[in-house]
């Protein structure tokens, strides 16, 4: 069976910054408590990711700010079914100009050697060095950099599931 890999922020990706309006889905922002603040997320995204998590041969990987928080409190909250997902930290990792969450999913990805990976952060379209790195893996890496008052929409997440 082939291995991929899906890596998942979550500010700007699941939870927009101020979201305002009706999701990419037609519907109202669903609010929920997450233990230490209230975020907005579309509760279709939810389903469409819990959904792909459960493709045969995938192994989705926490890669956020919020490090194993995301999987303690708004796993929960939102109801997403990513409480057992491995979380990368950054561990002392980046400083100067280098991004830790880069560093992170390189490592991972020697160590783990997936035939495909997905990477979605809305940094992504920033990071020049991580889009130079995705280019020297080639067809082997999609990067995916949500809109950050919007989320993840649906053409990116069908994106993922024809790349997956």
């Known amino acids: ?3 991929v890999a899906l890596y998942l922020d979550v500010d700007g990706v699941i939870c927009p910054f101020g979201a305002t309006g009706n999701t990419d889905w037609g519907s109202a922002w669903s609010k929920a408590d997450a233990g230490l603040l209230e975020v907005s ?3 279709e995204l939810v389903a469409g ?5 459960r493709k045969p041969g995938l ?5 956020t700010s919020w490090e194993g928080m995301a999987p303690r409190y708004l796993c929960p909250a939102i109801g997403l079914a990513g409480q057992k997902w491995p979380v990368l930290v950054s561990d002392g990792r980046g400083g100067g100009d280098s991004w830790w969450k880069l560093q992170a999913i ?3 990805i020697e160590t783990f050697a997936p035939d495909r ?10 990071e020049r060095a991580a889009r130079a790195w995705a280019l020297f893996l080639g067809g082997r890496l999609l990067l995916i950099s949500p809109q950050p008052r919007r989320g993840l929409s649906v053409a990116e997440l069908e ?6």
Do not use: H, P, T
Request: with cysteine; hydrophobic share 50%.
């Open 1 to 3: 069976m082939e291995k």
């Open 41 to 43: 997320y579309a509760g």
């Open 49 to 53: 990711l819990n959904q792909l998590a």
């Open 59 to 63: 192994r989705c990987v926490w890669l």
């Open 106 to 108: 390189q490592q991972d």
């Open 117 to 126: 990976a997905v990477w979605i952060d809305d940094q992504l379209e920033f």
């Open 159 to 164: 994106s993922v599931r024809a790349f997956l």
